[in-house]
């Protein structure tokens, strides 16, 4: 059982580069959100899909787009990424929204230089 | 809106001393809290959730609406409980429609000496 699957592990882009980090998930979970980690920061919420066919912005949307493109799958984009975006990115996902458990990828580093 | 804080980044004790990881939120609905940990070199996972009222690995934590408070705690801290701990609410999205935004804390990293 592969959980939250996250592509790709590491990423170096330059300034102004666009890209898409993948995610995917096996268990059937109707929600599903991006996350990016920063030291001292915590993790902060991108955007999330309480379930498929909505997506909705979390704290720092700024710079990224997403698709929640089947109940599986649900990707972040970077359309012109800024050294700002240099961060550890993870995806999860719930079984529904309320007051389940939320599994996590195992995250994809990228460094804008 | 929904925030979380955590207002300690480090926290450090020693093997058998008692340990507590402090919790507060923002939250106009009822909250459902959550204490999720990440050990070195693994993903993130739950650790508990106040729902349950559960003590998982020796660690508890009661929700105090009146502080609104989320504290966790454990009796006699382990080597192995060192981690990053973030604590986590589930609540409403933007206008009410979207029940499921999961809003984490700042983290605090427990270092449990010998």
């Known amino acids: 059982n592969a959980g939250v699957t996250q592509t790709p592990k590491f990423q170096v882009l330059k300034t102004g580069q666009s890209m898409t980090l993948q995610c995917a998930q096996d268990m059937n979970h109707n929600s599903m959100y991006w996350y990016r980690q920063d030291p001292g920061m915590g993790l902060r919420l991108i955007y999330y899909?309480?379930?498929?066919?909505?997506?909705d912005k979390g704290e720092v949307p700024n710079g990224y787009n997403v698709s929640r493109l089947n109940k599986r799958e649900f990707s972040l984009r970077l359309e012109s990424a800024a050294p700002s975006q240099t961060s550890v990115y993870f995806c999860a996902s719930k079984a529904t929204a309320r007051n389940t458990e939320a599994f996590f990828g195992q995250g994809t580093r990228l460094t804008v230089v | 809106a929904q925030r979380v804080t955590q207002p300690e980044k480090l926290l450090s004790v020693f093997k058998g001393a008692p340990v507590e990881l402090k919790c507060n939120y923002s939250?106009?609905?009822?909250?459902?809290l959550f204490w999720y940990v990440q050990y070195s070199r693994q993903r993130l996972q739950l650790l508990l959730r106040?729902?349950s009222r559960e003590s998982i690995k020796g660690f508890t934590a009661d929700l105090n609406k009146g502080e609104t408070s989320f504290h966790l705690k454990k009796p006699f801290a382990q080597e192995e409980d060192s981690a990053m701990y973030y604590c986590a609410l589930s609540g409403v999205g933007a206008g009410g429609t979207s029940y499921g935004k999961l809003t984490f804390g700042q983290g605090t990293i427990l270092t449990v000496h010998p």
């Open positions: 939250y106009s609905g009822s909250p459902e």
């Open positions: 899909s309480a379930s498929e066919g909505t997506t």
């Open positions: 106040h729902i």
